[in-house]
């Protein structure tokens, strides 16, 4: 039997049920409806619903056949009139759940076709969202080697014991399947912390034009929770807040296709898979944020790297621990690094959860559909995102919002990054500040007046101190922030690469640029000597040098572009009157 396209939708008294079953035979069909059960039979088509509230036959329910639309629209009288009927829009939960294909099942749900949305957990007690604590326990060294779990609710094992190679791309984690929590923990910071790049960093913490812009950009949550927002001022009712958030046809069809299950999760489990939440929609709203809305190729890696849930199979005791890592994966990994998207993302996740399950579940969609269209990443579907899709449908509305609650209360600072942002920042900005009060080099000064020798002013600029460059964290934070200045060189130190490869100054000396040619390129015929001359003089006033170490040269005036990101030519050096160029 088929499952065929279904809506429902309500109103004070009755539920409408609009069941779509092209080339269907309208004078064979059945309906069949009492209490919370639903069923509809046109064969091919069957459909049987669990609803969320009790319906009623007195006589009042009504049908009606679309020919054209192929649309079967049936009217039922609900058993409490004015009563409202949530979760409507979760159309795998409406789903009666499918009995077990094993021969004999380990654990089984007794009612479970019965229970309602907010009666799927515990009850409603304080959820606790404290850290967890748990004594310390010695193995001992002759111990066989536990096997490490991992994906929704930590349920899984063994998946990648034959599938190490395929999947090395999608994880950060080498075998998984025997890789403790504490020891995947402590290769993820070791990771981070290799993979932090000063230089990157702080490109975009002074030229921030393209962060500024993409943090102007409106996502379709922040309209809908304005919204929402505006409805909760005019009146106190909160049973339709879910109707701001709708569902597209293609999200209706994913929705259709996931197998509907109970998920028996004792307490650690039930935290470890909200705050996993919080990490996977951390980093949804960084990636939909830095392509405003829009999705390509990057979109996969960008959410599985941002999120050490998926990558790293992390599992978390608190909210805290969940923002710091995500905050340095931020400064790590993605194309923009900056504090800021760090802070928006967090804001856009409290309002996703403020706004409830119906949000929640649409970001979870839009994660599957990136995943499933991504080759290597498909896997992840399968670990977590499907489950999560099922099963939010189920979870309780208050722990959502406990949890927005919990996040808006965990403050994250820099500081807590582990990454010396604030030296960094801070020592560059020192520099800058020199830099803006420092007078014109003798070297500028000689070459602007023109009375004075070209070799004085090499000679002179050779004798400059090199102790005097700052060491340590801050010399580099120092060389680094020279570097974001952009070039300072007049036109008499002007360089240029030619065709051949040949680096030349473009005017040599203060009087070629203010028209004094010398008397030699006055001459015709005089090429070859007027190439001597100017390579003498070259040689003279300008002394190429390349970049030291792995770096470049410590005082940079152009702008230190991060690794892999192209070959550009830029000013390196002037500290000492010599010039060079980094590739």
């Known amino acids: 039997m088929l499952t065929p396209a279904f809506d429902l939708s309500q109103d004070p008294d009755f539920l409408t049920v609009a069941i779509r079953v092209p080339y269907a035979r309208v004078s064979e069909f059945d309906v069949y409806f009492q209490g919370v059960d639903f069923r509809f039979y046109a064969k091919p088509y069957f459909l049987r619903l669990t609803l969320p509230g009790r319906i009623v036959e007195n006589g009042s329910e009504k049908g009606s056949y679309d020919a054209d639309k192929g649309i079967f629209t049936i009217q039922l009288p609900k058993e409490t009139p004015g009563q409202h009927f949530e979760g409507l829009n979760m159309l795998t939960a409406l789903l009666a759940p499918r009995k077990s294909r094993t021969a004999k099942p380990l654990v089984e749900e007794i009612g479970a076709s019965e229970v309602s949305e907010e009666g799927v957990e515990d009850d409603d007690g304080d959820f606790g969202w404290e850290i967890e604590q748990s004594p310390y326990e010695e193995v001992p060294e002759g111990a066989v080697r536990p096997q490490g779990h991992y994906g929704f609710g930590g349920l899984r094992s063994g998946v990648f014991q034959r599938l190490q190679d395929e999947f090395s791309d999608v994880i950060d984690i080498k075998d998984p399947d025997f890789t403790s929590a504490a020891e995947r923990r402590q290769k993820r910071l070791a990771a981070e912390l290799a993979k932090f790049d000063p230089d990157h960093y702080l490109a975009d913490f002074f030229e921030d034009e393209a962060v500024e812009q993409v943090l102007q950009y409106n996502p379709w949550w922040t309209d809908t929770y304005s919204k929402m927002m505006a409805f909760m001022g005019k009146s106190q009712e909160q049973e339709n807040h879910a109707a701001l958030v ?51 190729v990057e979109s996969a890696w960008n959410i599985r790297k941002l999120s050490p849930t998926l990558c790293w199979f992390e599992t978390w005791t608190n909210v805290h621990d969940v923002l710091v890592s995500f905050g340095r994966r931020v400064l790590c990994y993605p194309l923009y690094r900056h504090f800021k998207l760090v802070t928006k993302a967090c804001r856009d996740t409290i309002k996703i959860l403020q706004l409830g399950k119906s949000a929640v579940l649409k970001c979870l969609l839009d994660i599957h559909k990136i995943f499933q269209e991504s ?47 604030n030296e960094l920042e801070a020592a560059a900005l020192l520099v800058r500040e020199e830099e803006a009060a420092r007078p014109a080099s003798p070297a500028s000064s000689s070459e602007a007046s023109g009375s004075e020798d070209p070799g004085s002013s090499a000679s002179s600029a050779r004798t400059a101190d090199p102790d005097s460059e700052p060491e340590g964290l801050a010399g580099r934070a120092a060389a680094r922030g020279r570097s974001l200045q952009g070039p300072v060189l007049d036109e008499s130190s002007a360089l240029r690469v030619d065709g051949s490869g040949l680096r030349r100054p473009a005017t040599p000396r203060a009087d070629v640029c203010r028209g004094a040619l010398p008397a030699s390129t006055q001459a015709p015929g005089r090429a070859g000597p007027l190439i001597e001359e100017l390579g003498e003089q070259l040689e003279a006033v300008v002394q190429l040098s390349e970049p030291e170490g792995p770096t470049g040269p410590p005082q940079g005036t152009g702008r230190q572009h991060p690794p892999g990101t192209g070959g550009r030519v830029s000013f390196v050096g002037e500290h000492d009157g010599r010039f060079g160029f980094s590739y």
């Open 375 to 421: 080759d290597p990443a498909y896997i992840l579907n399968d670990l977590y995102i499907s489950d999560y899709c099922v099963w939010i449908q189920k979870a309780k509305s208050t722990r959502l919002a406990a949890l927005a609650e919990a996040l808006k209360e965990a403050p994250l600072t820099k500081a807590q990054l582990g990454l010396e942002v």
């Open 246 to 296: 709708s569902f597209s046809e293609e999200e209706k069809y994913q929705l259709r296709k996931f197998v509907h299950k109970s998920y028996l999760l004792d307490k650690r489990a039930q935290r470890q898979v909200y705050y996993s939440l919080i990490d996977i929609l951390l980093a949804y709203c960084y990636e939909t944020r830095v392509n405003e809305g829009e999705k390509n």
